[in-house]
């Protein structure tokens, strides 16, 4: 089993800056991808960053330049930072993992059912 914590700001005015952290532990391996994905009130749940062990990175289109993933690998953690941020991006914040070797021409980084674990989620709140 793999477990994930997640940690950082979860608050802040229009137009600030939030990093979130999820430290991974457990049967952790070498090989992954780790995912940040969001759920607003009503609508589905979406990725908007994922970066591979190798450091390969993929981003929602709408948030390309605002959201940052980002990895300490020796340690485990990996970051979004996000910037400029609006209160259309208020949701629930979630990070994910997935450790199976797929081909990455088979892999969609951003789908929510790649990801056979999850951290518990948090309230990220951005007022206006």
């Known amino acids: 089993q793999v477990q994930l914590v997640e940690s950082g700001g979860d608050s802040v005015q229009a137009g600030g800056s939030l990093r979130r952290s999820c430290a991974a532990s457990?049967?952790?391996?070498?090989?992954?991808?780790m995912a940040w994905f969001r759920q607003a009130g009503g609508k589905e749940r979406e990725g908007v960053a994922a970066i591979s062990s190798d450091g390969d990175t993929h981003y929602l289109e709408s948030v390309k330049g605002r959201f940052t993933i980002s990895q300490d690998n020796a340690k485990n953690i990996f970051y979004l930072h996000m910037e400029s941020l609006k209160p259309q991006y208020t949701a629930l914040y979630y990070c994910?993992?997935?450790?199976?070797?797929?081909?990455?021409?088979?892999?969609?980084?951003?789908?929510?059912?790649?990801?056979?674990?999850w951290g518990p989620g948090t309230q990220v709140t951005v007022s206006s």
């Open positions: 994910a993992a997935d450790y199976r070797a797929i081909s990455p021409v088979l892999r969609k980084p951003l789908n929510r059912w790649e990801y056979p674990y």
């Open positions: 457990g049967n952790t391996y070498s090989t992954y991808y």
